[in-house]
């Protein structure tokens, strides 16, 4: 069982930027692979980044890519979302999601097993 808790969130202003945190209980964290999620009201949620267990390899969306890092510390079990550029459009709340299988480097969101609660984003013009 992997508890995730997010942390980070909250207001900023078009153009700033905010790190996201996601810390993980239980064993073996860097045997995930770790994602970024969010949801907008009214929106399906969205493929963020994702990167593997060894922390090695990432993979992002093209709607964020270039703007958005993820890198993750396995010895403090947690992964990390810097967001630059932020845009009204990034507003969502933004989960981290964690798949067992660590080596892989592309998955659909269905692989992951364990879901934080997610935290707010919220960017004004």
């Known amino acids: 069982q992997v508890q995730l808790v997010e942390s980070g969130g909250g207001l900023v202003q078009a153009g700033g930027s905010l790190r996201l945190s996601c810390t993980a209980s239980?064993?073996?964290?860097?045997?995930?692979?770790m994602g970024w999620f969010r949801q907008a009201p009214g929106k399906e949620r969205e493929f963020l980044a994702r990167?593997?267990?060894?922390?090695?390899?990432?993979n992002y969306s093209d709607s964020v890519n270039g703007r958005f890092t993820i890198s993750r510390d396995n010895a403090a079990n947690t992964v990390y979302l810097q967001m630059n550029s932020l845009e009204p459009a990034d507003t969502a709340v933004y989960y981290c999601?964690?798949?067992?299988?660590?080596?892989?480097?592309?998955?659909?969101?269905?692989?992951?097993?364990?879901w934080g609660q997610g935290t707010q984003v919220t960017v004004s013009s």
């Open positions: 990167v593997t267990g060894s922390g090695r390899s990432t």
């Open positions: 239980g064993r073996a964290f860097s045997g995930y692979a």
């Open positions: 999601a964690a798949d067992p299988r660590g080596s892989l480097i592309r998955a659909t969101w269905t692989g992951y097993a364990y």
